[in-house]
């Protein structure tokens, strides 16, 4: 990710490198945990749309035991060192970039403690942060008032703090 950002700083000029704010949304929102820990100074805002925070706590808490199996070679019993290396919660005191963070109360893949532990991380970190949270929501968002809440609300962060 962070290669490919590289490129395209350096391969189309209009791009302002000082504006720049990362959005994503179920693996995407793995990533956007895994950016505010590795590479928190690039990103001037986050926006995570249920994603990943805890590896180990996630793997026993979804419904889909296939991806982090094959992803990570086995179970976090059978290989731990790989759930850590790729866990974002290990890598929290790194995190500085406000985020929004946005999670389903109906999601079984990346269930809402895993939405609830990051914004409880940057809270305890003091970094702006905002969760908000759909009861009535899975995966996706579906419903048209809470798809349109969902947009004015991720607009309205970008424009907080990229603008």
Do not use: E, Y
């Given at each position: 990710l962070m290669d490919g950002l590289d490129y395209v700083l350096k391969a189309y000029p209009?791009?302002?490198?000082?504006?720049?704010?990362?959005?994503?949304?179920?693996y995407g929102g793995y990533m956007i945990?895994?950016?505010?820990?590795?590479?928190?100074?690039?990103?001037?805002c986050l926006v995570n749309h249920d994603g990943g925070f805890d590896e180990f706590a996630s793997y026993y808490n979804t419904e889909e035991?296939?991806?982090p199996e094959y992803e990570f070679g086995g179970t976090p019993f059978e290989n731990p060192e790989l759930y850590d290396k790729w866990s974002p919660a290990r890598k929290v005191n790194n995190w500085k970039t406000p985020m929004l963070v946005i999670h389903g109360g109906l999601d079984y893949r990346v269930v809402d403690t895993e939405g609830?532990?990051?914004?409880?991380?940057?809270?305890r970190k003091g970094i702006p942060s905002k969760f908000i949270y759909f009861p009535d929501e899975n995966h996706w968002v579906?419903?048209?008032?809470?798809?349109?809440f969902w947009h004015e609300s991720v607009i309205s962060w970008m424009d907080?703090?990229?603008k």
């Open positions: 209009f791009v302002d490198g000082d504006r720049m704010g990362a959005l994503g949304a179920s945990n895994w950016i505010a820990g590795n590479a928190p100074d690039t990103f001037k035991l296939w991806f609830i532990s990051t914004f409880n991380a940057l809270q579906l419903k048209p008032v809470n798809s349109q907080q703090w990229c």
